[in-house]
């Protein structure tokens, strides 16, 4: 089984197009907000849903390509770090799937479950054929309370992003590496983290803690 990599769309260091563009596809949150508890995992699954017209999306995790065409991989890639020069692939090594979010606000009081990028539900997991015309449910993040407990407030994933990448080198042994395919969602993704709600007899002892202050003060102003 050929290695998938997970990247922060922060660091990449090459930009170019996406190729392998006969594959068309639309990517959406589901359940996209909700309110949840302060101790509740947070799961963020996407639909992955390949437009009618389009190729086929056929993945094979045992070729170091994952079975693309090769003949319509890019040239060239062009490397941010000195300037925008283009360079150009003399090697295709190996192409692996990443995930990426902007903006999460998740960070602030949740951890990035990485384990579950092994799930068999993930991205990194699929290995086959998507039609056209069909869809497939991905798990893209699972984060989980820092401390077992998240404070209360609103926690947002602004954009999130999945795809293919292809890595290689150019005739200075340089790294290179290119979108191949790639789908994202600009819409956001929330959870509302609600306080834990006492309990009913918390409330009944409360109740009752109040109730015999004022009773003592009803005495106490009666012996004066």
């Known amino acids: 089984m050929k290695p998938l990599f997970a990247l922060s769309l922060l660091i990449v260091t090459l930009i170019f197009q996406p ?3 006969a594959v068309i596809g639309s990517f959406a949150y589901l359940d996209p907000s909700a309110t949840i508890s302060p101790t ?8 992955l849903s390949i437009n009618p017209f389009s190729d086929d999306l056929h993945i094979d995790k045992s070729d170091d390509l994952l079975g693309l065409d090769a003949s319509e991989f890019p040239t060239q890639a062009t490397l941010n770090l000195d300037g925008g020069t283009d360079r150009t692939y003399t090697t295709y090594d190996v192409a692996g799937g990443y995930v990426g979010g902007f903006d999460s606000q998740f960070s602030d009081a949740y951890d990035l479950d990485i384990d579950a990028f ?4 993930h991205w990194f997991a699929f290995d086959g054929t998507l039609q056209a015309g069909h869809y497939m449910d991905f798990l893209l993040f699972t984060y989980t ?6 404070a209360p407030g609103t926690y947002t994933l602004d954009s999130a992003v999945m795809g293919f990448m292809l890595y290689g080198t150019n005739q200075f042994g340089e790294l290179l590496q290119t979108q191949l395919i790639n789908f994202y969602d600009r819409n956001s993704f929330t959870r509302t983290v609600t306080p834990i709600p006492l309990p009913a007899a918390a409330w009944l002892f409360i109740t009752a803690l109040l109730g015999l202050g ?11």
């Open 145 to 150: 309370p820092t401390g077992g407990v998240a």
């Open 40 to 47: 509740e995992s947070v799961e963020v699954w996407v639909r």
């Open 19 to 21: 190729v392998q563009a």
């Open 118 to 121: 092994s799930e068999p539900t």
């Open 214 to 224: 004022g009773f003592k003060r009803l005495r106490r102003q009666a012996a004066a």
